[in-house]
């Protein structure tokens, strides 16, 4: 129960599936630091270097038992697994899942809103790119065995966005038990996706204000993400314009992505959640 100098807290995605959600949970309890930056991309990329600044985020001096980040694509990397390995080789991990093709289509409108995809790109089109990484960060049972192998299950937990919410209360009891802390009751002010995808007429908006700064200032663009005052502009904006509706699939559209993630619901299956998710 020791404080830590080091980050020993990750969530690692997965991408669209409640990673934000998740983190303001554990940010409420008094023996958790999380990151103010979302997303630092360290591992797989930047490690070992600079590894100061990477520090700088995390107040070490306060004591506390964890100090956490989360980046949604380290899930993606087996170098960054084996990297987070060799810098904390105590560190606890958190993957959180959710129905892979709710999954692909909640992240199939936020790159519309950040312009990655255009406005006039289609499901089909992109089920017809086997490459796409809306195809491949649904494919958890790619992704998240290279991290139970490395981590083992007394370090590495995958939850459910869905199960999760059957019962607020009892996960989040569940979560303070698999990281050892003193219990607390549910924080009331629990919050609402911090990472919501707009409506059509938001995404714009975000696409001329926002997407600018990202790709020409990025040190901004990182100042804008830990502003409180960004975040509430965002949540007003949403509230305003409306967060994105998604299509209605077309039977055969829907038994084409179901019959892509057949694995993936069996790989579901073995983890527990057999019950939330049904092929």
Known sequence: NAPSNKVNLFIIGV???????????????????????????????????????YHSYFPFEKGIRYYGESTHIYNQSEEAANQIKEYSPDATLFAIVRDPIQRLLSQYYFQKQTGVLKESITIEDVLNNP????????????????????????????VSLEHSKDDLPGFW???????????????????KSENATGSRLFRTLYRLTIR????????????????????????????????????????ELEAK??????????YLNTLGFGDTYKN
């Open 15 to 53: 991408n669209k599936a409640g990673s934000s959600w998740l983190n303001f949970l554990l940010e409420q309890h008094t023996d958790i630091y999380m990151s103010q930056l979302k997303e630092h991309y360290y591992f797989g990329n930047i490690y070992p270097e600079k590894l100061d600044e």
């Open 131 to 158: 490459e796409s990484p809306l195809i491949r960060e649904s494919h958890y049972e790619k992704s998240l065995p290279v991290y139970q192998k490395i981590f083992g299950d007394s370090k590495f937990k995958i």
């Open 173 to 191: 009891k569940e979560l303070q038990i698999f990281l050892d802390l003193e219990l607390i009751p549910f924080p009331e002010t629990q919050s």
């Open 212 to 251: 600018p700064i990202k790709v020409n200032n990025p040190k901004l663009y990182e100042t804008l993400l830990q502003s409180k005052f960004m975040h509430r502009s965002k949540a007003i904006l949403l509230n305003l314009l409306g967060t994105a509706k998604k299509e209605n699939l077309s039977e």
């Open 257 to 266: 992505l179901r019959e892509e993630f057949i694995p993936t619901y069996e």
